[in-house]
């Protein structure tokens, strides 16, 4: 059966458009006859019923063949491109780390990266503290392959972090209270190979080095740094019987061509230049210049009806007709611009370290790898290449290696401190500037 149904889908598939929409009519007709079933007689009752079932353009929609990618297709998926910082920098591939900003819930932030409801829930009943995330506290948790939740983790402060681990039925928590002393550090070096090994020389952690990796993203490649640049780092570590158990990196300067470039964490967990500016640059929402409509959902863990398999979709297709043009949401560098079996004619672009967007099935591209683009910018024409069942725009976007949901994704913001919490941080930026201080 699976086989056939799996044929059917196939054939159908290949069918040229105007005979898929007739016969995607014709199946809608055939199975509206087959529930609506207007006089139904039931032996023993009084008088027969009669029953209408109308079956709503909504209902309608989802019979008829999407502007989608087909459910058969297992990867949509060249693997996401990397570069030499991704593989220095590792550890932190499927670890997802997020810092609470105002009017964030756990709800809206989990929610985004497809995770369940239900599991939100749970994890609310064994602790109702997680009801009221505060400004600058970080979470991080990471997913099982399936999608769920495997572990959260929430700093509340520098002196407790909270743990919830899956078990059987539901999420386990455990507390643990920070005993040691923090203390600040100023660490310096030069570049001379990699900034990575050079800063691990200078006595930088990895996740240390990935942190001011990303504090920095907005401003500098780091695979562009030249020999004799120069870098100060200051952190915070908490240390307790002579080791280092945690810590917090408070400012960065990196010298590079002359030029020097800092980004200082303020007391909302984000970084910001000497004046307290924000250092994202904002994104878009829609890949397009106007909104279409959503022909199928971002969802980890679409189950396949034939195969039973989940079948996740990474990303958003938008109903958009062939020859649209398609816009980068955001400023970055093309780093893949080819022709795939699956995704047809697709784009990746990078932002910063931690952001990269894919657009796939387009009829044609207008850039190629290592372009350079800006917000708004045209990178190719809609279509529908690849494996797809109709013209649509396919769009991901992926935050530290992982996809997120386009639709609700937290995305960076270009604003800066203003009022209080700008004096506040000014204030700081004056105890920490002179720390920065190169060898
Ligand atoms: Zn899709």
């Known amino acids: 059966m699976q086989q056939i149904a799996r044929s059917v889908a196939l054939a159908f598939n290949n069918l040229p458009r105007p005979h898929r929409v007739m016969l995607g009519s014709l199946t809608v007709v055939t199975l509206a006859v087959a529930v609506w079933r207007p006089f139904v007689y039931h032996p023993g009752e009084t008088s027969p019923i009669v029953k209408t079932i109308e079956i709503d353009k909504n209902q309608l929609r989802t019979l008829l063949p999407e502007a989608s990618e087909p459910l058969d297709q297992t990867a949509s998926d060249d693997e996401l491109p990397q570069d030499e910082i991704d593989q220095d920098v590792t550890a932190e591939t499927g670890t997802h780390d997020y810092v609470v900003s105002s009017g964030d819930t756990l709800s809206n932030v989990l929610n985004q990266y497809g995770i369940d409801m239900g599991e939100i829930s749970q994890l609310v009943k064994i602790d109702n503290d997680l009801r009221n995330l505060q400004l600058g506290q970080q979470l991080s948790w990471t997913l099982t392959d399936e999608?769920?939740?495997?572990?959260?983790?929430?700093?509340m402060?520098?002196?407790?972090?909270?743990?919830?681990?899956?078990?059987?039925?539901?999420?386990?928590?455990?507390?643990?209270?920070?005993?040691?002393?923090?203390?600040?550090?100023?660490?310096?070096?030069?570049?001379?190979?990699?900034?990575?090994?050079?800063?691990?020389?200078?006595?930088?952690?990895?996740?240390?080095?990935?942190?001011?990796?990303?504090?920095?993203?907005?401003?500098?490649?780091?695979?562009?740094?030249?020999?004799?640049?120069?870098?100060?780092?200051?952190?915070?570590?908490?240390?307790?019987?002579?080791?280092?158990?945690?810590?917090?990196?408070?400012?960065?300067?990196?010298?590079?061509?002359?030029?020097?470039?800092?980004?200082?964490?303020?007391?909302?967990?984000?970084?910001?230049?000497?004046?307290?500016?924000?250092?994202?640059?904002?994104?878009?929402r829609f890949p397009t210049v106007k909104q279409y409509r959503v022909s199928s959902n971002f969802n980890p863990r679409r189950l396949n009806p034939v195969t039973g398999r989940i079948a996740p979709h990474k990303g958003v297709d938008f109903a958009v007709p062939i020859g649209t043009p398609v816009l980068a949401v955001g400023d970055g560098e093309v780093v893949q611009a080819k022709r795939s079996a699956g995704a047809g004619n697709y784009v990746a672009i990078r932002h910063g370290r931690q952001y990269m967007t894919r657009y796939m099935h387009m009829e044609k591209l207008l850039v190629k790898p290592g372009d350079k683009v800006k917000r708004g910018d045209r990178i190719g024409l809609s279509g529908s290449t690849g494996r797809s069942t109709g013209p649509?725009?396919?769009?991901?976007?992926?935050?530290?290696?992982?996809?997120?949901?386009?639709?609700?994704?937290?995305?960076?913001?270009?604003?800066?401190?203003?009022?209080?919490?700008?004096?506040?941080?000014?204030?700081?930026?004056?105890?920490?500037?002179?720390?920065?201080?190169?060898?």
Do not use: C
Not at 147 to 155: A, F, I, M, V
Not at 397 to 409: F, R
Not at 411 to 425: I, Q, S, V, W, Y
């Open 147 to 155: 999608g769920q939740l495997q572990r959260l983790t929430w700093e």
């Open 157 to 284: 402060s520098r002196r407790e972090t909270r743990t919830y681990d899956r078990i059987d039925n539901g999420f386990k928590m455990s507390s643990e209270l920070q005993k040691g002393e923090w203390k600040n550090s100023v660490l310096t070096g030069e570049v001379n190979d990699s900034f990575v090994s050079s800063a691990q020389r200078a006595g930088l952690t990895s996740a240390e080095i990935s942190n001011v990796i990303k504090a920095l993203q907005w401003q500098m490649d780091f695979r562009k740094l030249r020999a004799g640049d120069k870098f100060s780092v200051l952190m915070s570590r908490e240390e307790l019987d002579g080791k280092n158990e945690q810590s917090q990196l408070l400012g960065v300067r990196l010298r590079s061509g002359g030029k020097d470039y800092y980004a200082i964490r303020a007391e909302d967990g984000k970084f910001y230049d000497r004046t307290g500016s924000g250092l994202a640059r904002g994104f878009m």
């Open 392 to 439: 649509h725009l396919h769009y991901e976007i992926w935050i530290n290696n992982q996809a997120v949901n386009p639709l609700t994704a937290k995305l960076p913001r270009t604003e800066g401190l203003t009022g209080k919490d700008r004096a506040e941080f000014l204030a700081q930026v004056r105890e920490v500037l002179p720390q920065l201080k190169l060898n």
